[in-house]
Each structure stands twice: as structure tokens, then as C-alpha cells.
């Protein structure tokens, strides 16, 4: 007949830690990772249970004072009872019997910490899972709400959570800004802007030879800000770009950024005027039964060789400017940094992928999806480190670009420029 089940009382619970310490060898890997800091205590949790991450802070005890034994005096550091304890979790606390060590002879002021459980309770490593929940788009104030009932826990505040985030938030914006990029051979950098309310923000990604993508930095201000822009380029040249170096620079049009460019990194470096935006900016000046044509017309001549495709716009700019000179002036305008990557004669998949500034704005659209519940925004420092935070967490999913493997053939046209200018400095 079927044992029914009941539930686990004390003694049952002493069983189980009994068990567990006298078959430590399936725990102390356990040990390790965690006084590690490499597992998050929740994954414990959920394969062995609380029982588990008792019998872990005593074998952590163990590894400082040696196993009890009655009778025996014992090292310098000893046994000294239990005491109630709770571990942080992610999103709670949980009550445990964590066991207690002092130094012989020192009376209170010989506590010796336990490794596991100072590991287990670190805020930084708190702060982190609170960080990762609140970027898969859950809301401070809903925080609350998601947190799983369970006995013996203890609810966490929002205003507690939001100390946590602003942070962890804090780091992950420090810890961008101070990457070093000196081993990295980038090729292309794109440059775009991204709005909240009343607050800009300039971001930065490169893409290595290899395709694999890299975010740059960001930094507050619009991209038509001339000062906000050449002081992002400023700041990746310290961290290790070199500006001597030829780059393929992929932007949306502004003015500002141009000048930028050629104040950092010199005006012989190419740049490519996003397509998409062309497209609109010119599209947004005619009435709808013209646009889808003249649409297809721009795309069309995107696909033909450098020379061939700047006359068919040009002879489009002409026939327009009849009856829609706006339509026709904003055709023209930059014109020539639209066809740059034909000019460089990178094939068509590539091509595709350097077009348009779509490589950014595609983690930009993460960053306005984990963002979205945030009802205000206090200040330019804040929504740099929502959008820091956003952005990093979007680039664990980066791919590597379309068309990666024809990359060698803009390295070698980036390559011979470089060789060239230096000999025509020497000349």
C-alpha cells in the first residue's frame, strides 16, 4: 500500500542536514561555487532546499575549524553553538541556523566569519539579480507583487529595491565607461542618439574584425550637441581606440557628429549617412501617392555602383525640385556619404548591414522595452544609467554581424588608407 505523505517536522529536518553532512561529497562543489560568488543562492534553493544551505554553512564552518568532536579541545578557532540567521536572496530573506565560530580566548570580540555565508548575503551580488529583474521589464513598484509567497520569508520594500538598483545600475555604468578597448581591432563604429522626455542620449557600438559587436559608451546629450558628441569620441580614444587608425563611421546624418569625427579621428576616415533616414527625411516632404515612388527609386539606385547610383538620384533631385524643392534639397543634401560603402565596393550582404544605422538602433529598441514603465525621469544621470544598464543587457544576446565574413575586404580598404596617409605625412 502507498505511503501518504505528511509534513517535514523538526526532526525529520535534522535527518536530512544528518544525511547530508555525513554525504559531503555531494555538497562540497556546493561549497565551492558559493563561497565563489559563481551561483546565485535562489538555483541552491530550488535543487536542495533550505537543509542544504545549512549543511553548506556548516561544511564552509568546518573548512576554518575542523569537524566537531566532543571531548577534544579543538584548534585555534572553535565550535561556538548557532545562532538564528537569514541569507538575502534575490527577491526575499530566508531564515536559517547558521552555526557560530570564535577564536579561543577572545570571548565576543572573536567572531570568525563563515565564507558561505557572508558569499550568500553579499548586497553587490543582491543587487545584480534585482538589476537583471527589473531589466526583463518589471517596475519597481510591481516588484512586490512578483515575489513568490513562501513560509518563514520576509517581504523586500520598493524603496529598498530602488537603493539596490540605483546601485547595481551605478556599477554597470561605471564598468562601461572604463572598459579598455586596446586589444580590440574595430573597423566599424556606429554613433546614434536616443530620446527620453526632455533628456538625450548618445550611444556607441564597434564591431571588431571578427563581426562580434562591442557596446562603445554613452553619454548625455543630443546628436545634434557638437560637445556631447566629440566628448564620447574623446572618451573612447582614452579608453584604447586608436584615432590614428582608419574606421568606417555608420551615423544618422547630424551635422554635429560629422564634425566630431573630424575633430577626433581625423576627416579622411569614411562615413556612411544612414539610409533609412534619408529615406524618411525625404519621404516626410512629399504627399503620399509620391512617396512609395520615389522610395523605390532611392533604394533602387542604394543598389548600383557608386558613380552610376549618385546620377540617377541627382537626375530624381532635379525632376523634383519642380514642385518639391524641400524633398529635392534634403535628396541632395550628404548625398555623397549615402553611396560610401559602394564606394568602397563591399559586397551586397555587407553592404546591407553598414547601410543604415539599424545595428544600434536595434539594442536601442531593447533599451525602450526595458525602460517603458518608468513613469519619470529625474535627471540626465538617471537615464544614463537605465540606458547603461539596458544596453549591457542587450549586447548578452549580440550577434555578429550580417556578412562578417567579407570583413576582410573593408580591413584591407581601411588598411591601404592608413598606409597611404602615413606615407603622404612623411612625404
Known sequence: MKESYHVVD??????????????????LPMV??????????????????????????????????GEKHRGKKGGEICWHGSQKSTIKMSDRKLKVDKPRLRKRDQGKGGEVEIPAFSAMNSSEQMGKRILDTLMCNVSTRDYENVITEM??????????????FIGASTRELESLMNRRFDDIEFLVIYIDGIVYGDYH????????????????????????????ATSLLENLVSRGIDPFRKYLFVIDGSKALRS????????????????????????????????????????????????????????????LEAHYPDA????????????????????????????????????????RRKTNRVS?????????????????????NFNRISGYRD?????????????????????
Open 328 to 367: 529635392a534639397g534634403s535628396l541632395l543634401e550628404g548625398l555623397e556619404e549615402t553611396f560610401t560603402i559602394n564606394r568602397l565596393e563591399l559586397l551586397p550582404q555587407l553592404r546591407r548591414c553598414l547601410g543604415t544605422t539599424n545595428i544600434i538602433e536595434s539594442p536601442y529598441s531593447s533599451v
Open 151 to 164: 513560509a518563514e520569508t520576509v517581504g523586500v520594500s520598493k524603496s529598498n529595491i530602488s537603493r539596490e
Open 260 to 319: 566630431a569625427i573630424d575633430k577626433v579621428f581625423g576627416a579622411k576616415n569614411y562615413v556612411q549617412r544612414c539610409r533609412n533616414h534619408k529615406l524618411k527625411n525625404v519621404c516626410d516632404k512629399l504627399p503620399d501617392d509620391l512617396s512609395d515612388q520615389v522610395k523605390s527609386v532611392m533604394k533602387a539606385a542604394y543598389k548600383l555602383p557608386y558613380k552610376e547610383g549618385i546620377s540617377k538620384l541627382k537626375k530624381q533631385a532635379e525632376w
Open 32 to 65: 565551492e561555487l558559493i563561497e565563489g560568488s559563481r551561483v546565485v543562492i535562489d538555483e541552491l534553493i530550488a535543487v536542495v532546499g533550505r537543509a542544504s544551505i545549512e549543511s553548506v554553512l556548516t561544511l564552509s564552518a568546518q573548512g576554518i575549524a
Open 407 to 427: 570583413l576582410w575586404m573593408l580591413k584591407v580598404r581601411l588598411d591601404d588608407d592608413y598606409i597611404f596617409d602615413k606615407e603622404e605625412d612623411v612625404a
Open 376 to 396: 519619470r525621469w529625474r535627471n540626465g544621470k538617471m537615464v544614463l544609467r537605465w540606458v547603461a544598464s539596458a544596453f549591457i543587457s542587450a549586447e548578452k
Open 201 to 228: 542620449v548618445i550611444g556607441s557600438l564597434g564591431v571588431d574584425i571578427t563581426g562580434k559587436k562591442h557596446v562603445l559608451g554613452v553619454v548625455e546629450g543630443a546628436s545634434e550637441n557638437g560637445a556631447s
Open 10 to 27: 523538526k526532526k525529520d529536518k535534522q535527518k536530512i542536514e544528518e544525511y547530508l553532512l555525513k554525504n559531503a561529497q555531494y555538497l
